[in-house]
Each structure stands twice: as structure tokens, then as C-alpha cells.
């Protein structure tokens, strides 16, 4: 049990961005991700999730044995892995209600339907949780959502579906203090045993609030350095210009 990346290579149109990655989060631990601008966090958390720009030229991908880079997204969500993007989409027409709503709706056994009084009162505290406004639910999906509420509204979406591995991309970009701390909030209510987490950060200010329980730092489409959360304290000092006077590990 665990989502284990081993040796992944990825290329983007003859890009090679990441060159022979290995990763393993277990249920009920949190792991951050750092590294410099371009170094391919995002393009990990695609991969994983799996965008179909990328191209995957060598490694594997399992989560709980299963081997993800056989199953289509739907089938990755329902699975039970879920990705906060780092830019998400505007999706006009479809309000957040129901967008969400479908999605828990696919995960219900065929011809099961949802409870529409839990699940709004369920949606609501969550939402509450979050300090996201109830309006909010009538509005099409991230439609004009400023950077703050995007990000929230990503969380809304993790906490709603339950996943067993949550990948977080840079959901820190865009919040200032006290919207980090409310959603740090969401997400530490959110760790459990069960639970493995991915977090994706060019900032150790997350880590302050998401405690980490391993630190990794990606550098050139690798993992270069791997530690306790007193790594990502040594990136904040000294920033990830040392980074450059290291060797990867070859693979
Ligand atoms: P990070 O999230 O760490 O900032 P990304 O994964 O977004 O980095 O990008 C890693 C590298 O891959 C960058 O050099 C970026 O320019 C390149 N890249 C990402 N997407 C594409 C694309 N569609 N075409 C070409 N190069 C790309
Ligand atoms: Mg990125």
C-alpha cells in the first residue's frame, strides 16, 4: 500500500523533463516537494494524475499495487488519487454544486443515487470549514474566482471526494496568510492514517502549516535531496542555488 513512483521518465513534445524520478508515499504520511521554477514539480503531479501532453518513456506509477499509468484520469479519481492543480480551470456552465456532485455521483455503485440533503449539508460545513461563501455554489466552476478562491475551491473539491492520495500542486501560490492558514487547516483535518499526501511547494511558508513528514527537493527532473522538514528550513536560508554544486543520483 502506498503510491510509489519508481524511475519515471517523461518527455513533452521531445522535451525530457523528468529523467528517472523515485518516490514513495504511504498512507499517512505527508510529503513535500521542492525545487526551482521549471524543475518539473508540475509536470510530476501531471504525470501522476495523467495529463495526456506527456509522454511517459520509462518508469512506473502504482498506487496500492494498482499500475496507474494504465488507467484513464476517470479511473485514476476513482481509484481514489486526486490532484490540486496549481492553475485550475474555469469550467463556464457547470456550478460548483454540481460539479462536485457528479463526482461523488461516480463513485456510487450503478443505479445508487445521491442523498441531495447530506450532501449539501455535508458541502456546506465543508464549505464553512473553508470560508468559502455558500453563494458560491451556484457559481460556474472557478468562472472569475480570484487566485485565493480557486485554490479553496480546490481544497472544497479534496475534502468533498475523500481521496485516499491527495497531490498538491503549489496550492500555497495565490493564498495570503490567513487563507493558508484556513486551508492548511482543511487539509490537516484531512491526515489520517489511510491518507498519503503529495505537496508541492516552491515555498517552506506551507511547511510551517502542513507539517511534512519527509522533505524532497526536485531539481532537473530529479530528486536530488531527500530529508525531515529541517531540509526545507536549509532551502528557505540558503535557497536552492547550493542545488547546483550537487551531483544527482544517476539512474
Ligand atoms: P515546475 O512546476 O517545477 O515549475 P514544470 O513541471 O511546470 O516545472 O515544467 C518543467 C519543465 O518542463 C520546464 O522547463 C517547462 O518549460 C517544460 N514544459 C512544461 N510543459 C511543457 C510543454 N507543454 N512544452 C514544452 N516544455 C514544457
Ligand atoms: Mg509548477
Redesign the pocket.
Known amino acids: 500500500m502506498s503510491l510509489v513512483i519508481t524511475n519515471l521518465h517523461t518527455s ?2 521531445g ?1 525530457d ?1 523528468l529523467k528517472g524520478l523515485s518516490l514513495e508515499v504511504p498512507p499517512g504520511e505527508v510529503h513535500a516537494i521542492m ?12 504525470v501522476v494524475a495523467g495529463h495526456e ?2 509522454e511517459v518513456t520509462g518508469g512506473s506509477v502504482t498506487m496500492d499495487g494498482q499500475n496507474l499509468l494504465d488507467l484513464e484520469i476517470d479511473e485514476r479519481s476513482r481509484a481514489g488519487l486526486f490532484l490540486a492543480f ?1 492553475y485550475p480551470m474555469e469550467v463556464p456552465g457547470v456550478t460548483m454544486a454540481n460539479f462536485i456532485r457528479a463526482a461523488r455521483q461516480a463513485r456510487l455503485p450503478e443505479g445508487e443515487e445521491i442523498d441531495a440533503v447530506a450532501y449539501y449539508k455535508e458541502l456546506y460545513e465543508k464549505m464553512d470549514q473553508l470560508g468559502i461563501d455558500r453563494r458560491f455554489t451556484s457559481r460556474s466552476v472557478n468562472e472569475g474566482f480570484s487566485g485565493g478562491e480557486k485554490k479553496r475551491n480546490e481544497v472544497l473539491q479534496m475534502m468533498m471526494l475523500e481521496p485516499s492520495y491527495c497531490v498538491m ?2 496550492t500555497d501560490s495565490g493564498l495570503d496568510i490567513d487563507a493558508l492558514k484556513v486551508v492548511a487547516g482543511g487539509v490537516n483535518s484531512m491526515r489520517s492514517p489511510e491518507r498519503g499526501f503529495l505537496v ?1 511547494t ?1 515555498y517552506q511558508r506551507l511547511l510551517d502549516y502542513i507539517e511534512p513528514d519527509h522533505v524532497h527537493v ?1 531539481a532537473d ?1 530529479q530528486i536530488v535531496r531527500s530529508g525531515s522538514k529541517e531540509l526545507a528550513l536549509e532551502l528557505e536560508k540558503k535557497g536552492y542555488d547550493f542545488l547546483k554544486e550537487e551531483t544527482p543520483v544517476a539512474s
Open positions: 513533452i513534445d522535451n523533463i525545487g526551482p521554477n521549471g524543475s518539473g514539480k508540475s509536470t510530476l503531479a501531471k501532453d506527456y496549481q500542486d503549489e508541492i516552491h526536485l527532473g
